[in-house]
């Protein structure tokens, strides 16, 4: 047993870890149910064709990072490295694809092959939000100050946006043909990645790490360039919507983001709280990606952010687990019965209820509740259950004393105006 471990890059969430997951979870949930986005879920497990031909096949996930193999009906199959493209493919086969308006949202893990770090590891998290037939630039500025409050909500401190346009298909054409041009003189100036990318995905060439590299990359021809007038009008707007809604935005003409659907708006939100791997959120418009994927042509736009990173960044106040309400101290066979179902109806008030099950003396579950911060016991014993009833204490703050009441089992008012009059005040 000794030897079994879990997969590099793969990690377990315990239940204190967990605490803080699902206070950000909850965070998220309430976020986007307040902006009428609907959640969609989606299988992790997919045909391998939907992510090279929704991702690319020149791209480093596709040909590098996704977890790939053949099932023993011989079909090519790949767990999911991201939640775009398989959202399209439901939307297509589902058939929602007719109806031309759709904001969504997923969250769940996604699998790629790369060096495990902090805040990234091969079976990762993510958040997704596409806003799916939305073609004006206000769903572009809606989902990035989506994203914006979302981070802020959670508390995240030194966020920056990073904006950028890649213009639209004939844009980015012509701007490829000139940039090849110039990649194939100073070949010799790029780093060995940058040269592989050269015939594969070019364009992520500009968003290079490589000192070597970004320092050539100056003299090189820039895509903002190349836009057509309505490229740079689409532009001009976005920033200008940003300016009113006062989110603060730096422009990065080597942002490009890691895949080839993406076209025009393109963004990046970074913590500063992060060091090197700074980005917190990223997203962009895919207007070309549904029609690819052999659908109806459908404006797009989209952010992804990943969860551990997020985990990492917010605030330690969200580590804090919500104190027991109420811990049921019992003993005895009759005691034992009574407390299951006093336990049973209490939850339904929406308390949180501790019921002991060790059997420990009375002195050792009274610790335990203690231990718990538990804001009330109750006790149930042989005398308690012989006369059908049972004692709760409560510390009252205003008083600074302990109070105690007996109820009846059969007295559902009495404990309904106590749990109002006491506990749910507190």
Request: glycine share 6%; aromatic share 8%; with cysteine.
């Amino acid at each position: 047993m000794n030897n079994l471990k879990n997969l590099r890059g793969t990690v377990d969430l315990l239940p204190d870890q967990l605490i803080k997951w699902q206070n950000v979870e909850k965070i998220l949930m309430d976020q986007l149910s307040r902006a009428s986005i609907k959640e969609i879920r989606t299988p992790i497990l997919e045909m391998t064709e939907l992510f090279i031909r929704g991702i690319g096949e020149g791209t480093d996930v596709v040909s590098k990072e996704m977890y790939t193999f053949v099932d023993r009906g011989k079909r090519s199959c790949t767990l999911r490295p991201e939640g775009t493209a398989s959202v399209a493919r439901a939307l297509l086969q589902n058939g929602l694809s007719s109806n031309p308006f759709q904001k969504l949202w997923y969250m769940g893990p996604m699998f790629r092959y790369e060096r495990p770090q902090a805040g990234r590891q091969r079976q990762f998290h993510q958040l997704g939000v596409e806003f799916i037939g939305y073609e004006s630039v206000r769903s572009d500025v809606e989902i990035i100050a989506l994203a914006w409050d979302i981070l802020g909500k959670l508390g995240i401190k030194e966020l920056n946006l990073e904006i950028n346009t890649l213009g639209d298909v004939n844009d980015r054409f012509n701007f490829q043909k000139s940039f090849l041009k110039w990649l194939e003189i100073n070949k010799n100036s790029l780093d060995s990645d940058s040269q592989n990318r050269m015939n594969k995905n070019p364009l992520r060439i500009l968003d290079s790490k490589n000192i070597q590299t970004k320092k050539a990359l100056e003299n090189a021809p820039k895509l903002f360039n190349f836009l057509s007038e309505k490229s740079h009008k689409r532009y001009s707007e976005l920033k200008k919507q940003l300016e009113v809604l006062k989110i603060p935005f730096v422009e990065n003409f080597n942002l490009v983001r890691g895949l080839d659907y993406y076209t025009h708006t393109a963004f990046e939100i970074t913590s500063g709280a992060l060091g090197s791997q700074a980005t917190v959120c990223g997203g962009g418009r895919y207007d070309d990606l549904i029609k690819q994927m052999g659908g109806p042509s459908t404006p797009a736009i989209g952010f992804a952010i990943g969860l551990e990173r997020l985990i990492l960044l917010a605030g330690e106040e969200l580590e804090v687990p919500r104190n027991t309400d109420i811990y049921i101290v019992n003993q005895g066979l009759i005691a034992e019965s009574l407390a299951m179902d006093l336990s049973r109806k209490l939850r339904n008030y929406d308390l949180l209820v501790e019921l002991d099950l060790s059997g420990a003396s009375f002195s050792k579950q009274f610790k335990k509740a203690n231990r718990l911060k538990s804001k009330s016991i109750i006790v149930i014993g042989d005398n308690e259950a012989a006369n059908k009833e049972f004692i709760i204490r409560l510390f009252d703050k205003s008083t600074q004393e302990n109070k105690e009441e007996v109820i009846s089992f059969e007295n559902d008012i009495k404990l309904g105006k106590w749990l109002n009059k006491y506990l749910l005040a507190q």
